[in-house]
C-alpha cells in the first residue's frame, strides 16, 4: 500500500517565509498535495493574498500568523493558532542574507539574521518535534544553503546560520527519525526570489539560476529519503568537486575570490 504525502505530513503544514519566494511555492505545492497550510511572515497583507489563493486552487483550509520571526517570544503568537490543529509538516524557510563584507554589518543586523535563520528554526523544531514525536510521524525541512558546506566570505554570517541548519537537520533526521519523524537539510541553489534579487550578482549570467517551482519540488520529494540534499545537478557535481578535489583552505579561497568578483569590490 502506497503512503500519500498527505497522509505522512498531513494534516496541517507550518511554513515560515510564507510570503514569498521559496516560502509561497512550498505552501503552494504542499497543498497541491493535500495539506492544509498555516504561513507565517511578517506581511499579512502579503500572507492574506496567498492564502486566498490557495484555499481557491486546492481547495484547502489556510491560517495566517503575521509575525516578526527575530522577536524573543515567538511561541506565544503561534501557538494560540496551532495548539488545536495537528501539524504534520514544519518547513523552516525564514531566512535572511545579504551579501557584505562582515564588518560592514551592524552588530543589530547580525543579530537578527541569527535569530531568524537559526533560533527562530530551532524553537519551533523543538515545539513541533516534541507532538510530531509523540504521535510518531511527521516532518521537519531546515532550509539551508550551499554556502554551509564551506566558509563562505561575504555572507560569513549567513553561512554560519544555514551551517547551524544543515547539521540540525541532519542530527536530528537520526534522532527523530527513530521517532517516526522524517527531517531534512534542504540546500537550495541559487533560486530566482525577491531575496535573490536583492543580492542579485553583477554577471548573473555566470550564475545558474533554478526556478522556485524545480527547488520546492526537490526538496519536498528528499523528504524521507536522506539526511540533507542539495539541489541542482550541477550544483551537486560543484560541490563533489570541490570536496573530493579541493583542501579547505583551497575551496574558502575560490569562494572567497569568486564572491568578489560576482559582488565586489570589497576589501
Ligand atoms: N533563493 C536562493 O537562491 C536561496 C539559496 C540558498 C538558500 N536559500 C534559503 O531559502 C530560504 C528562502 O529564501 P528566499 O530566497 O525565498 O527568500 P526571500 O525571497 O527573501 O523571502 C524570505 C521570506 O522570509 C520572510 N521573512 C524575512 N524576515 C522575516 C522575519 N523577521 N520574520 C518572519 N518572516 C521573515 C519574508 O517575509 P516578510 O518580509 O513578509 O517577513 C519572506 O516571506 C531562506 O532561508 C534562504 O536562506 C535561498
Request: aromatic residues 8%; contains cysteine; charged residues 20%.
Amino acid at each position: 500500500m502506497t503512503i500519500s504525502f498527505a497522509d505522512k505530513y498531513g494534516p496541517w503544514a507550518l511554513v515560515t517565509g510564507a510570503s514569498k519566494g521559496l516560502g509561497t511555492e512550498f505552501a503552494h505545492q504542499c497543498a497541491k498535495r493535500g495539506l492544509n497550510t498555516i504561513l507565517v511572515a511578517r506581511s499579512g497583507e502579503l500572507l492574506d493574498e496567498q492564502a486566498g489563493q490557495i484555499k481557491e486552487k486546492y481547495k484547502v483550509e489556510v491560517q495566517t500568523i503575521a509575525l516578526d520571526l527575530s522577536r524573543p517570544d515567538i511561541l506565544d503568537v503561534i501557538t494560540p493558532v496551532t495548539d488545536s490543529l495537528e501539524v504534520g509538516l514544519l518547513i523552516n524557510n525564514a531566512g535572511i542574507s545579504r551579501v557584505r563584507p562582515f564588518l560592514e554589518h551592524s552588530l543589530k543586523q547580525l543579530l537578527t539574521q541569527l535569530n531568524l535563520n537559526t533560533r527562530a528554526a530551532m524553537i519551533l523544531a523543538y515545539h513541533f518535534g516534541h507532538k510530531m514525536a509523540k504521535t510518531r510521524r511527521g516532518g521537519i525541512i531546515f532550509l539551508s544553503s550551499g554556502s554551509a558546506k564551506n566558509g563562505t566570505p561575504f555572507v560569513a554570517n549567513y553561512a554560519g546560520t544555514k551551517a547551524y541548519n544543515l547539521i540540525l537537520g541532519e542530527s536530528l533526521w537520526y534522532e527523530l527519525g527513530n521517532k517516526g519523524v522524517d527531517v531534512l537539510g534542504f540546500m537550495p541553489g541559487s533560486t530566482k526570489t525577491p531575496g535573490w534579487d536583492l543580492n542579485k550578482p553583477k554577471a548573473s549570467s555566470m550564475v545558474k539560476v533554478m526556478g522556485v517551482q524545480e527547488t520546492v519540488t526537490e526538496a519536498l520529494d528528499a523528504l524521507g529519503k536522506h539526511p540533507s540534499w542539495l539541489a541542482g545537478r550541477s550544483n551537486r557535481i560543484a560541490f563533489f568537486i570541490m570536496d573530493k578535489l579541493m583542501t579547505r583552505s583551497q575551496s574558502i579561497r575560490t569562494v572567497g575570490k569568486l564572491m568578489k568578483s560576482l559582488f565586489g569590490p570589497f576589501q
